[in-house]
């Protein structure tokens, strides 16, 4: 066969055999491959990065939302103390109320049929009391328990007025067990006639105890 070379052996191609072939095809696969394989690196990573993003703001949001949670939390508990040291003052003082109905029931069912109800008044003074603590007997807190006085204004006819009738009144409180255990004290304030009214009045001073005890017992 013959060759004839006008371009001085560049345009001949070389004679190729199947290792040639090869080798060639994987100098210009490598570069391609390379390049594709950078080229899907690139856009893993960027759909990474992009959930990476999103994950990021939404833990940025819960955490701004247990923020705000632990903030009313603790501003929550804050009151719920408040609420509780409340609550110990008035358990407290309750100790030392008093239910007022059984005590005015029982001044007025033992009124004598000549003595007439005119007002019942009741005054609440604070005074400086020691306690023991509950969770501490032994130990002793002051605290202001109300002292109640109750003033009985009573009146009677003139006509058939008897001064007697007070003092029997009195003294039939006194006797009340479930009564007296309640006061520290009663007794006689005043009388005076009211001639123009026709009818004499009297007024009665009950200081009760600082604890309570039921009188409808």
Not at 2 to 7: E, G, P, Q, R, S
Not at 97 to 102: A, E, L
Not at 185 to 193: E, F, K, T, Y
């Amino acid at each position: 066969m013959l060759n004839i070379d006008m371009l001085k052996g560049q345009g001949i191609p070389l004679k190729s055999s199947p290792g040639t072939a090869f080798l060639l095809a994987l100098i210009i696969a490598i570069p391609v491959l390379a390049a594709m394989a950078i080229t899907a690196e690139y856009l893993n990573g960027r759909i990474k990065l992009k959930t990476l993003k999103n994950e990021w703001s939404e833990i940025e949001n819960n955490i701004s939302q247990l923020s705000a949670g632990v903030k009313f939390q603790a501003s929550d508990l804050g009151k719920i103390n408040n609420i509780n040291a409340c609550f110990v003052e008035v358990h407290e003082v309750l100790q030392y109320h008093i239910q007022w109905t059984p005590v005015f029931v029982t001044l007025i069912e033992n009124l004598p049929n000549k003595l007439f109800l005119e007002k019942l008044t009741v005054d609440t003074y604070p005074q400086l009391t020691e306690v023991p603590k509950r969770n501490d007997p032994l130990e002793f807190v002051s605290i202001d328990v109300p002292e109640s006085v109750v003033f009985i204004d009573l009146y009677s006819h003139l006509a058939d007025y008897n001064d007697k009738n007070v003092l029997d009144y009195i003294e039939k409180l006194n006797s009340l067990e479930s009564f007296i255990e309640k006061i520290e004290s009663i007794r006689l304030l005043g009388m005076v006639a009211d001639k123009q009214a026709g009818v004499k009045r009297y007024s009665i001073k009950c200081v009760f105890k600082h604890y309570s005890v039921d009188i409808s017992s």
